[in-house]
């Protein structure tokens, strides 16, 4: 399993290996924290040879056994002279310190990394001599990495540099919840055991082993404080044994509450227990700071006990700390209250005290008898996580809510499961949007018109125009009864609408020009469907200043629409070529997003992808892709998963990995076929370079064709300055040169550096000698104008390309194109240029068999569930044998799989 969250850490060990500034380092870390798995990770990182050394506890009482253990792994014929030696002086003190270290100098070992797990757990003379070995390394060829769990104040290891495994934050602990479980563990679980085992991977393994199926699936509610596993006990016995001597009655009293008001307890204890470190003080709320702590302190109490301590603390808080109060009483009264503890569940919400939020509404859960009631209070502690970005909270909750019977709540569930299915990168279907509305219920009509408005705006978002349109269509006849809410996210909606279409009216048409006053009375969601319409539409100045006015508004807007608001507007400078800018933008993006959940994963990959690629780290670009693109969100999100690739392929067209760039951005191009506006994907111009560089001339020629029809029937600046590119790469030798000078020329002042960084290297590339060193030169200079940090080298030239022959006309596109294909005056194809990619009906041979079973399952109408049981395989297999038969026959979604093979 590949490491996560400790990445600094293994950076800064394997950094010991090759700096000479240091021989010796201890890693600190808590039971469960991962000390092993970072020097695995070192191990494998470092190209030095490696010592690894494990120790066996069940030896500490054997004097000099660690030493033996260490000079036994060393691979010298001479380490073991030394061991009887040692042995016989180990009472000898500092004589037998400078023996040992004399014995060390003495080796012949190339340069060595010894890595010694639990040092703490040898034998005490052990681990003086090896303590006073790791000061003294320089001149030997040995760097030494131990760990331990702690470093005494008065011990031998208190000298050395030192670095500690803090915790994970929450949320890599989530991403290693979902390495660890099973596939079908509910993203919800798995988020509240990150938060409760504290980012303590240890801890967090175990609990996913102890919890039965229906709850790790989210049919039954957890239990919390969760109960103690051995790391959680041992990590816990750590911390309070550091504790003697505090006030831990009190804290085991605090144990019993997720949080609690300052007033009623003793002032004094809990300002003692905070300066500790055992508790956290919050404004007027106080709780136990370590949850391992709390849940060893919480089961430990006999239940008998806990029981009269709730009845106490019930009565205590009740009139000063309602909330609390509710909480001890559910574990006395006979009959709890369930809608008193997700409406107190809400208000922790709304606090952004998650960490309460959950554990009142799990303990809703577990009392509760799944009332209406309940549920309408269960959707609004969902809608309130949603709104502060905790999608898998919401989503877990949400999945516990039945259908309403009451229209005006079951357009609430509706609304928030295709915003929680959307913002967690699923497409969203909405089959169940044909419900019926009293004509006479202005409400209801309202209510459904927003849905369907939202709905739209999703399918827009995801390229299915012709959905979204149907979608708007119907709103159309409850628009009338509609709120000045709605009608303001229908109105956007369609703008988004045309904007993805490349139709989008001129700003003096919208909202009485943009005019401040219209904007400012315009909602946050509103506000943002029309800035991205903007930034669509290539008007990035207007889309800056709408995204403006929300950012603007921080303290009035919800965290979802503020972190809508930062990507957003990041995704507009990068798409206008302000690299500077974008840079500063996805870093503040990132710095205000240190949560559970991130909008859009996908999006949020590729945000992080571009930054390292313009820093100049494509490694970890592609990687970030990559593992992407490896997640069963992307390929249910077809328009994130089209920008995925055709990322991928730019980043391997720059640096110059041809084929696998061609492929990426073949794959982009199957997903994004049916779109027609070429501004939004804006793959082309790289496919057809990626293939003039190939010597590909037919599929460059081929795809130039279709950028021109499509630019002509949506014009865009990108378009005409990338089709002016494409037009110079697949020119002849008669119009090379004209074309080259166009390509120049069309550039203004104010379009994207990039984009003109990219002509001239992509110019460059297929250019004679001469020109590669002049447009190389003028391409570096283009891409710095731009902000980007890659580091850049002078393309290296290739196969000369074969003429197209004579052109009618005056340019290369003079009289040859009809109906969008390119034609050439010449003979159908040039010997050796590969052919265009086949189409569907032929591809279809080349699927495997397993896919060709799987291809008939769905031509029959099977569901994605169904599949798998009938040809044993799990859904998640399914899943990704279907991304597979997409790409390779270039279908974008079931139903289009279906038309193509049908």
């Known amino acids: 399993m590949e490491l996560t969250g400790r990445r600094t850490e293994v950076d800064r060990i394997a950094a010991l290996a090759v700096l000479p500034r240091e021989s010796a380092m201890v890693v600190v870390g808590d039971p469960g924290s991962g000390r092993s798995s970072v020097l695995d990770a070192v191990s494998h990182r470092v190209s ?225 227990l905070v300066g500790a470190g055992l508790a956290t003080l919050r404004g007027q709320s106080i709780a136990v700071r370590d949850p391992l702590v709390r849940s060893a302190l919480y089961w ?35 009959t709890p209250d369930a809608v008193a503890l997700l409406t107190a569940a809400k208000s922790y919400a709304a606090e952004s005290d998650s960490h309460a939020a959950v554990a009142l509404t799990e303990r809703a859960l577990h009392v509760g008898t799944g009332s209406e009631v309940e549920h309408a209070a269960l959707l609004s502690v969902a809608e309130v996580l949603l709104g502060h970005r905790l999608l898998s909270y919401a989503a877990r909750y949400l999945a516990a809510i039945k259908p309403f019977a009451e229209l005006r709540d079951e357009v609430r569930r509706l609304r928030l499961q295709y915003s929680v299915q959307y913002l967690s990168g699923d497409a969203v279907h909405a089959d169940e949007l044909m419900v019926p509305v009293r004509p006479d219920d202005a409400e209801e009509s309202d209510a459904l018109a927003g849905l369907l408005a939202m709905v739209a705006s999703f399918r827009a978002e995801a390229w299915e125009l012709d959905q979204a349109r149907d979608l708007l269509h119907r709103a159309e006849l409850f628009e009338d009864r509609a709120s000045v809410h709605t009608a303001e996210i229908l109105a956007t909606a369609r703008q988004l609408v045309a904007a993805v279409d490349g139709t989008l009216p001129p700003d003096a048409e919208l909202h009485e020009g943009l005019a401040a006053q219209k904007l400012l009375a315009m909602s946050d969601p509103a506000l943002l469907l029309l800035s991205h319409a903007l930034s669509l539409a290539e008007r990035y100045r207007s889309a800056r200043r709408v995204f403006a006015l929300v950012l603007a508004r921080a303290n009035d807007t919800a965290p979802v629409w503020l972190e809508a608001a930062r990507y957003l507007s990041a995704e507009n400078e990068v798409r206008s070529g302000n690299f500077r800018q974008a840079l500063r933008a996805i870093d503040v993006w990132e710095s205000g997003s240190a949560v559970v959940e991130r ?94 560089r190939l010597d590909r001339i037919d599929d460059a020629r081929n795809i130039t064709a279709r950028l021109a029809a499509d630019h002509h029937a949506r014009p865009s600046r990108w378009g005409a300055l990338v089709l002016a590119r494409s037009v110079a790469l697949i020119a002849d030798e008669g119009t090379k040169d004209a074309s080259k000078r166009r390509a120049l020329e069309v550039f203004q002042p104010a379009d994207s550096q990039f984009e003109r960084a990219r002509t001239f290297a992509a110019l460059a590339a297929v250019g004679s ?126 139903s289009h799989l279906v038309a193509l093979l049908t």
């Open 48 to 272: 030095i040879p490696v010592v690894r050394l494990g120790v066996n506890g069940s030896e500490a009482r054997w004097p000099m056994s660690g030493v033996t253990s260490l000079f036994t792994a060393l691979d010298d014929p001479r380490a073991s002279a030394h061991i009887a030696r040692l042995v016989r002086n180990v009472d000898e003190g500092l004589a037998a310190a400078h023996d040992f270290l004399d014995a060390v100098h003495a080796l012949t070992l190339p340069p060595t990394l010894v890595l010694i797990d639990d040092l703490d757990r040898m034998d005490a003379e052990s681990q003086e001599l090896i303590a006073f070995l790791a000061g003294r390394l320089a001149g030997t060829a040995l760097r030494l990495v131990a760990t331990v769990r702690r470093v005494p104040s008065n011990g031998p290891l208190t000298s050395l540099p030192t670095l500690r495994l803090e915790p994970l934050a929450q949320d890599e602990a989530l991403v290693l919840a979902r390495d660890m479980a099973p596939e079908e563990a509910n993203d919800g679980v798995l988020a509240v055991l990150a938060q409760e085992t504290g980012g303590n991977p240890g801890a967090l393994r175990e609990q996913i082993g102890a919890l039965r199926r229906e709850q790790l699936v989210g049919a039954e509610p957890l239990v919390l404080p969760l109960r103690p596993t051995p790391t959680t006990a041992a990590a816990a016995a750590l911390v309070l044994e550091a504790a003697a001597g505090r006030d831990l009655d009190v804290l085991a009293r605090l144990a019993l509450v997720p949080t609690a008001r300052l007033a009623g307890w003793d002032r004094d204890a809990v300002d003692d």
């Open 300 to 334: 430990s109490m006999p239940a008998k006990d806990r029981r009269e301590a709730h009845t106490e603390l019930a009565a205590d808080a009740a009139a000063h700390d309602d909330r609390s109060a509710v909480w001890h009483s559910s574990f006395v009264e006979h």
């Open 599 to 692: 909008l859009r994963e996908p999006s949020r990959a590729i945000a992080i992808a571009w930054r390292h690629f313009a820093e100049g780290r494509s490694a970890d670009a592609l990687d970030v892709i990559d593992h992407c693109l490896r997640q069963r969100t992307t390929s249910r999100l077809w328009g994130a998963t089209a920008k995925l690739y055709a990322l991928r392929g730019r980043v391997l067209l720059l640096d110059g990995r041809l084929e696998e760039a061609a492929s990426s951005l073949e794959a982009a191009d199957a997903i994004g076929r049916s779109l027609r506006n070429p501004a939004v994907l804006r793959h082309l111009g790289d496919l057809v370079e990626a293939y003039a």
């Open 769 to 894: 000698p001469a020109d590669r060193a002049r447009l190389g030169a003028a391409a570096a200079a283009a891409y710095e104008a731009a902000g980007l940090r890659r580091p850049l080298v002078t393309p290296a030239p290739t196969v000369a390309m074969p003429t197209l022959g004579g052109v009618v006309g005056s340019g290369p596109f003079s009289g040859a194109v009809r109906s969008g294909v390119l034609l050439s005056a010449t003979t159908p194809g040039t010997p050796g240029t590969p052919r265009s990619a086949p189409d569907a009906s032929a591809v279809l041979t080349s699927l495997t068999a397993e896919e060709r079973a799987v291809v008939q399952k769905v031509t029959e109408g099977y569901r994605n569930r169904e599949i798998a049981s009938s040809l044993y395989m799990s859904q998640r297999t399914v899943e990704l044998r279907l991304t597979q038969i997409y790409r390779k026959v270039g279908a974008r979604s079931r």
